[in-house]
């Protein structure tokens, strides 16, 4: 068995990457500053597991915390597009700095791979459907700060022969999930229909998104430890599949039973218009597709929603 680093390890992926790492007799280590990741997203982990409180702006707390691992996972980011506009400085030091100490750490200590959280914002407004080759063009400091990254990792496995994987998430929703993350439209919806209020969309509603279930992403994590087949590679981590906006809204009042209709407000500065992925290459490499439904992942996620 193996001992894993989750930085990010108390937040809305990362905890379920805990959960299942655990599950499979892992070792886990959590790195988490606890700005947005909660306590109680690991009550239910149960196995050998340590937090630390910590930054990953701090070298020396990242560098303690990987002491004698064999991966690490990074999760540890601002995930917020438009925060990522308003403080595209504190948006560089976290996201980019950070990492930085992320893979230093994992060089001095001889992880064996540092598995990176990146995201499908890489490609900013491409037409999809978005496969690995396609150059990168992101609209906001976040895709620019995960693009950066990947390149790090490219460098340091040049020049250092550190291992990585970048899995590129698409539209991850869940249990977990805050109502409050702008990233996080489904969680915002279910709030909104939990609540009887009127869901605000951004735009026309005719986006497009790829939303992958959290569960499924923990298990492209797994997969990326697990085989040395996607070893320097960049893969996206995603369904397949597309669903605009108006869809998801009408597919929630089916499956709450109401008749709820959205307003209408400007497009967001940043947003994409349309996403869906290629998911040849996770497939391949990472022997890897999602298998939860978006209609599975909702009910799952109504369900954890109507506990509180």
């Known amino acids: 068995m193996a001992i894993c680093l989750v930085t990010g390890g108390a937040g809305f992926i990362g905890s379920h ?12 280590r959590v790195l988490d500053d606890f700005s947005t990741g909660k306590v109680e997203n690991l009550a239910n982990a149960t196995g050998e597991l340590s937090v630390i409180k910590g930054d990953i702006c701090n070298k020396s707390t990242v560098n303690k915390a990987s002491k004698s691992v064999d991966f690490i996972f990074h999760e540890a980011a601002v995930v917020s597009v438009s925060q990522s506009i308003k403080d595209p400085i504190k948006t560089t030091n976290i996201n980019i700095n950070g990492s930085k100490n992320v893979l230093e750490a994992a060089l001095e200590n001889n992880a064996k791979k540092v598995i990176f959280a990146s995201s ?82 951004f735009g026309d509603g005719k986006q497009t998104r790829d939303f992958i279930y959290v569960r499924d992403v923990a298990l492209a994590n797994l997969r990326a430890m697990e085989t040395s087949k996607a070893d320097g590679e960049a893969i996206n981590v995603a369904t397949g599949k597309s669903i605009d906006l108006n869809q998801l809204v009408a597919t929630l009042n089916t499956l709450y039973g109401k008749n709820i209709q959205p307003v209408y407000d400007g497009e967001r500065v940043g947003d994409i218009k349309y996403s869906y992925a290629d998911t040849k290459k996770a497939e391949t490499l990472l022997g890897f597709s999602a298998n939860t439904t978006l209609e599975n992942g909702l009910k799952r996620t109504m369900k954890w929603r109507a506990c509180f």
């Open 120 to 201: 499908a914002a890489v490609y900013g407004d491409t037409k999809p459907p978005l496969s690995e080759d396609l150059e990168g063009k992101p609209l906001s400091p976040y895709g620019k700060s995960k693009l950066e990254v990947e390149l790090l990792l490219k460098q340091y496995h040049k020049s250092n022969g550190l291992k990585f994987v970048a899995l590129r998430y698409f539209n991850v929703y869940g249990p977990r999930q805050s109502a409050s993350s702008e990233s996080g439209v489904i969680a915002t919806f279910l709030d909104d229909f939990h609540k009887n209020k009127v869901p605000v969309v």
């Open 17 to 28: 990457l805990v959960e299942l790492l655990l599950t499979k007799g892992h070792t886990v």
